[in-house]
């Protein structure tokens, strides 16, 4: 169910010192003034400036004056947030920002003991990521959305926001008549998210009042599923082996197949293979029953193929 701003805040309850992540709007503004209130002295903020558009500089002023006042460290990390040709301009951001975020907890808190970093992400950018995975066609871990803790390089994450409207957390900040920076590519429609924010959500709250708890609860189900299916995954591989035997392989259902062969390009080499990419894996290894049988099929940044009994996946590149 969603929930206050105040009662978010409220139930929050990370491992103390804690780090915000400040972009300057509206959300991180909120959350940073929020958290400074409740632990003074326990929090710092950090900034990641991506370089991108001509507003940068600004938002970077405006945090290190409200920090200022706040009396709350900030850290301002600049990162290249260009993409590559064909690359998604939002995945290439959020990349170089969480890669930002753990050199800062390396190198700046360490000796501070900050491992725990809050992110103002909302219930609106909830479903925006949920109908975002549904239009890709995206599986269990698409559907699941995001979690509202997680861990990844030794810090811990916090979204606690992700069952508060976008609306009410600027209606509290309102009230406290607190400004914020308004990042103008939030409202340009060329990027999908933008489009489902402006167009789809008042579309769905018009048809479907309770939208944002019945499509977060299905994130949840699906997020439980997911959960077991890595469990499988893991007994699974265990089974099959570290390369993957293919003989192993194939005494599993397809499903299983598929399960755990997403979990061994995962967990080892940080590969996801598309629908198609894993399809074509499966069906090789239904029919490899002779020795001469070859496999060589492109997955993610590189290549899986036969290595006698076992499957390896290499990046010839990488090789070089």
Not at 68 to 90: I, M
Not at 190 to 202: E, H, K, M, Q, S
Not at 258 to 287: G, M, Y
Request: glycine share 6%.
């Amino acid at each position: 169910m969603t929930t206050t701003f105040g009662e978010a805040i409220s139930t929050f309850s990370p491992v103390l010192p804690l780090a915000v992540a400040f972009s300057g709007g509206a959300d991180s503004t909120a959350l940073l003034l929020a958290c400074a209130e409740k632990w003074p002295g326990q929090v710092h903020a950090v900034h990641i400036h991506h370089g991108v558009q001509a507003a940068a500089d600004d938002f970077e002023r405006h945090c290190r004056a409200f920090c200022a006042q706040l009396d709350v460290p900030l850290t301002v990390r600049r990162v290249d947030g260009r993409h590559a040709s064909g690359d998604s301009p939002e995945d290439a951001a959020r990349r170089a920002r969480y890669k930002a975020f753990e050199a800062v907890a390396l190198e700046e808190y360490a000796q501070l003991a900050i491992k725990n970093i809050a992110i103002g992400q909302h219930a609106d950018d909830q479903i925006e990521t949920l109908l975002l995975a549904l239009s890709r066609g995206s599986g269990l871990p698409g559907l699941s959305a995001m979690p509202s803790t997680w861990e990844r390089a030794g810090i811990t994450y916090h979204r606690p926001l992700l069952r508060v409207r976008a609306a009410d957390i600027r209606a509290w900040l309102a009230s406290r008549g607190v400004a914020h920076v308004e990042d103008p590519t939030n409202v340009d429609e060329r990027f999908t998210r933008n489009r489902i924010r402006a167009r789809l959500l008042p579309a769905l709250e018009a048809t479907f009042p309770q939208f944002r708890d019945t499509f977060a609860r299905s994130a949840v189900h699906a997020a439980q599923a997911q959960a077991v299916l890595l469990d499988v995954a893991r007994e699974d591989l265990a089974l099959i082996g570290r390369p993957p035997v293919i003989a192993r392989i194939q005494r599993l259902s397809r499903p299983r197949q598929a399960n755990v062969l997403r979990h061994w390009l995962k967990t080892t080499f940080d590969e996801v293979p598309s629908a198609a990419q894993l399809a074509e894996l499966l069906d090789q290894i239904a029919v490899c029953t002779t020795r001469g049988h070859q496999i060589r099929i492109k997955i993610g940044t590189g290549f899986v193929e036969r290595r006698g009994a076992a499957l390896h996946w290499y990046n010839p590149l990488v090789l070089l």
